[in-house]
């Protein structure tokens, strides 16, 4: 289904057809380069990301913060800053996932943004990017199916609702 296609079925008219509210969709292209580093160099892949924002998940807490906990703490973290995000998880002993998401405004895949509520409470948020790929190969031929799941920072309910 072609995102035009797509966006006629979503539209107010075909809601009662439907039974529900599609989400809002959108064109953009995705850049994901990951790989297998090391504690002592991940330090380089989250410089650039110092000036936006990130949570980092440790042995016991959960941190809202861009620097990097010690390694004997490092479970997971998210950064991002304006297109880009970075997502580090640790695979085993030593060894972590480093994926470098790079957003793009035009482009083939889909794309929605989500809200997910924080556990600091009240109206924080964290807000995603959920990508789509069009699959080219059976069984998957023609149909959309999860990509992605990019960053994109903090916010307030009331400012994020128009998302």
Sequence with gaps: MTLPAYQTLASDENRAIIGAKLPALKAGDLQIQSERLPYSALQAKVQPFLAGQGWVMCRGEVLRQTELPAEHDLLEAEYCL?????????????????????AKPEGTLLYRDQLV????????????????????????????????????GFSTLSAAEDL
């Design 82 to 102: 304006g297109e880009q995000s970075l997502h580090i998880r640790l695979e085993q002993p030593g060894l972590y996932r480093c994926t470098l998401f790079t």
């Design 117 to 152: 509520h924080s556990r600091e409470g009240g109206k924080q948020v964290l807000c995603y990017r959920l990508w789509w790929q069009l699959g080219t190969t059976a069984p998957d031929e023609g149909r959309y199916r999860p990509l992605a799941q990019q960053f994109l």
